[in-house]
């Protein structure tokens, strides 16, 4: 058995020293090593032998199977690298050739927008406030002269989560909880960008979410000629340095009074086109001297202090800004839409 155990021995490593492929290497494996190889076979003869000879037969064959399944490694090893080796001198690389130009992103239209309006808004001495999206009842109406059987909450029908809890409907809260923080003291000078969430249903012109961004100024002496050369400021920086606006008595629970803000067309030029309806002015924002009733429950005396706010859509500047007729654009992640805002 012994004598066996070492000429198979000796055979399997002579073939695996000539072997030239996987296949061939594979082919012994299963021969020697195999459920049915020689290996197997010499142990199923072990209970033929005395009792004494098993345990050195049997470490035999351990050391046996153990210098074949080191040598099965061993030339793996080495056929994998040779293989590799043929592969890579076969498919030589040219490494001075120009790499393929890795196409990147730009800056969504939208987000050029905010950061715009924040530009113009920062350089009037403005700073950015923020707050959640998912917003108390309290905060996103009756902070803002909202109470709950109030008719004007009709205008924004709403995602509640629960009867208190609700995405808000536009970024006026962010200036109630402003307000509070501030303690009364002033002045307060914010714009508040974001999402909003609407129930509403999505055409070309509105959207269940969209973007807007709220300014608010709180202070002693603030007037309504403040509020409208704040915009007419910004009008011009954003649309051209001949703009005109105008506004227009309105309603919103939470100013009084309060305007709606019309850009003069800057296609026409105020002569009225397709694009004004031939009115020769474009709506922009809602505005409005802030409602004493909100200032008082922020902590503010509406007899010693005042203010003015405004709110516009993002995507309604974007929209009039570039030429865009269907605000769904902004949205589906088209890429031939989104390319042609590419700038470097």
Not at 65 to 91: I, N, P, T, V
Not at 112 to 119: A, G, L
Not at 335 to 341: A, E, G, K, S, T
Request: aromatic fraction near 8%; proline fraction near 5%; hydrophobic fraction near 40%.
């Amino acid at each position: 058995m012994q004598t066996r155990l070492q000429e198979m021995k000796d055979s399997a490593l002579a073939q695996i020293g000539q072997v030239a492929d996987a296949a061939q290497l594979q082919e012994l494996r299963v021969k020697y090593l195999g459920k049915k190889g020689e290996l197997t076979e010499l142990l199923r003869g072990m209970g033929s032998l005395s009792p004494e000879e098993r345990p050195v037969v049997g470490q035999l064959v351990n050391e046996v199977r153990g210098a074949l399944e080191e040598a099965f490694e061993q030339k793996q090893a080495a056929l994998d690298e040779a293989a590799l080796r043929a592969k890579l001198s076969s498919q030589s690389i040219d490494v001075t050739l120009p790499g393929r130009p890795v196409p990147a992103g730009t800056m969504h239209p939208l987000s050029r927008i905010i950061e715009e309006i924040e530009d113009i808004f920062i350089g009037l001495g403005f700073e950015i406030a923020e707050g959640p999206e998912v917003e108390l009842d309290h905060f996103n109406f009756e902070m803002l002269n909202l109470p709950k059987d109030h008719p004007a909450r009709d205008m924004q029908d709403s995602f509640y989560i629960t009867d208190e809890i609700l995405m808000r409907t536009h970024t006026s809260p962010v200036q109630a909880r402003t307000m509070l923080k501030k303690e009364g003291k002033t002045p307060v000078k914010i714009i508040c960008p974001g999402k909003v969430y609407r129930r509403d249903d999505d055409d070309a012109t509105h959207s269940h979410q969209f973007t807007q961004i709220e300014g608010l100024v709180v202070g002693k002496g603030i007037r309504m000629s403040d509020l409208k050369g704040t915009l007419l400021t910004f009008a011009r920086q954003m649309f051209g340095a001949n703009q005109q606006v105008r506004l227009r008595p309105s309603f919103f629970p939470f100013t009084e009074p309060s305007a709606e803000v019309d850009l003069q067309c800057f296609k026409c030029g105020g002569d009225g086109c397709r694009v004004c309806k031939q009115t020769g002015w474009i709506e922009i924002l809602g505005s409005g001297m802030v409602h004493p009733r909100v200032l008082q429950m922020a902590g503010y005396d509406p007899q010693e202090v005042s203010g003015f706010a405004f709110g516009m859509g993002v995507e309604r500047i974007a929209m009039l800004k570039y030429g865009v007729e269907d605000i769904r654009h902004f949205y589906t992640n088209d890429v031939r839409f989104l390319q042609q805002f590419n700038r470097s």
